[in-house]
């Protein structure tokens, strides 16, 4: 290989980047200790190399890009409804954030029944012991009715069912003893999701009071919960 | 004859160190990450304090342009809001942040080639103009000043290859160009920092 092949052809790049079979390296090798030119450069591009590898990763702004960015969001937020609101920007609630909110609530809870009723052999049982026929419909007790305050809505809307909850919760804390522990615990752990659910959604209406859509939600992640409840209340008395 | 006995493998950028179990501090960075995605901008802050001077210094170096990089690493954050929920945690946050700002920055640089019509057709980087900047061998600039002066697709090659530590198969994908393109790129670009550092 020719000196002038080497260089027009990149040789020596592509030789300090190890790049180079184990043949053609051998060639160009050789051609660089005989090569004053060509050592030189492979000399200078380690040179850049070395430079480089010790230029900072990080280098900050030169001014405080937050606002900026801040104030972007704050912009997008009221513009349209692509951008989930940053909380404590935005006076416009975007409804499609909301939306996407509300069906991500939605699925959180339909995975807290789905662990429930489907995990196990013994939430089988209670899927099939818990099937309701119409005298256990009518033997539930009745589920408040899902708030329609829509702005109004407050914390006493939804009063009725925590009361429901808490009962449900305390005749099946009575018969906890005639549950298996895994049978409790994957009660329990179900109520956990769904009440962090719930909690999400209380915390996103207090956000936004007018949302119709987390309002209907809300009602029915305390439904779920209700019935999660009532099964495993039932299951208890049956065994 | 002997051959050059230093070694030849280009330095890959320091891989981030995993976090000791229990670290206090990256269970707090893992905590804001998660409030973040959740809507919390306080805690979207946190994560924009913490990593803006990586994502600034990749900007600046692509875009060759305080401003420009001021502005690019306003965009990568807001699209960092807008994506923060579907981010799984597969890779660090910080190589999410670094692939989405080199996503935003090309965007940009294509949308620009667009408006201007300064669509670069042709292999013989050798034909593009050096950086006007670029003087008389005494010059001794900055390295990132050096950086800033080179031709704008050189410049990206350059950047992505030798500070960010891609490949140029990752190169050629992310930014449509033939490899034997991007490879004559990169070599240009290397000469004319050469020249310009006065090496």
């Not at chain 1, 099946?172 to 009660?187: F, G, I, N, W, Y």
Request: hydrophobic share 45%; with cysteine.
């Amino acid at each position: 290989m020719t000196h002038s092949a080497i260089r027009d052809g990149g040789r020596l790049h592509d030789y300090v980047d190890g790049l180079l079979s184990g043949a053609e390296r051998a060639v160009v090798e050789a051609h660089v200790g005989a090569c004053n030119e060509c050592r030189e450069e492979v000399r200078r591009l380690l040179a850049l190399r070395a430079r480089l590898a010790a230029a900072p990763r990080a280098i900050e702004p030169p001014r405080d890009l937050w606002p900026g960015v801040r104030a972007r969001l704050v912009r997008r937020a009221a513009r349209d409804d692509a951008v989930p609101p940053p909380r404590a920007f935005a006076t416009v609630r975007p409804r499609a954030a909301w939306r996407r909110a509300a069906r991500r609530h939605a699925r959180l809870a339909a995975a807290a029944v789905v662990l429930v009723v489907a995990s196990s052999a013994v939430t089988a049982t209670l899927v099939r012991r818990g099937n309701p026929t119409r005298g256990a419909v009518a033997a539930r007790p009745a589920a408040p009715p899902a708030p329609h305050g829509g702005a109004g809505a407050g914390d006493a809307s939804y009063a009725g069912y925590e009361r429901a909850a808490r009962d449900l919760a305390a005749t099946l804390d009575a018969r906890r003893a005639a549950l298996s522990p895994e049978t409790v615990a994957k009660v329990e752990a179900s109520l956990r999701v769904i009440d962090s659910a719930i909690a999400e959604a209380r915390a996103a209406l207090a956000r936004d009071p007018g949302n119709q859509a987390l309002v209907e939600l809300l009602g029915v992640t305390y439904r779920q919960k209700l019935d999660v409840l009532h099964r495993a209340a039932e299951l208890s008395t049956e065994i | 004859m002997t051959a050059d006995p230093e070694p030849l493998a280009f330095p890959a950028p320091p891989p981030a160190a995993p976090a000791p179990a229990g670290d206090p501090v990256e269970e707090g960075r893992e905590r804001a990450v998660a409030q973040a995605a959740a809507g919390d901008p306080d805690a979207f802050e946190a994560v924009y304090r913490q990593h803006v001077g990586r994502v600034f210094a990749l900007c600046l170096r692509m875009a060759g342009d305080r401003r420009d990089a001021e502005e690019l690493t306003q965009d990568v954050f807001v699209r960092a809001w807008e994506r923060l929920p579907g981010f799984r945690g597969e890779s660090t946050l910080g190589t999410w942040l670094h692939r989405l700002a080199v996503n935003v920055v090309l965007e940009k640089t294509r949308g620009d080639l667009r408006r201007t019509r300064r669509v670069e057709t042709t292999d013989d980087v050798a034909a593009l103009a050096p950086p006007a900047v670029v003087g008389s061998p005494e010059d001794r600039m900055d390295l990132e000043q050096a950086i800033a002066a080179l031709p704008p697709g050189a410049r990206t090659v350059f950047v992505l290859h030798e500070i960010e530590g891609y490949r140029h198969d990752e190169i050629a994908r992310l930014t449509g160009t033939a490899v034997g393109t991007l490879r004559a790129q990169l070599h240009r670009a290397r000469q004319l920092l050469m020249e310009a550092l006065g090496r």
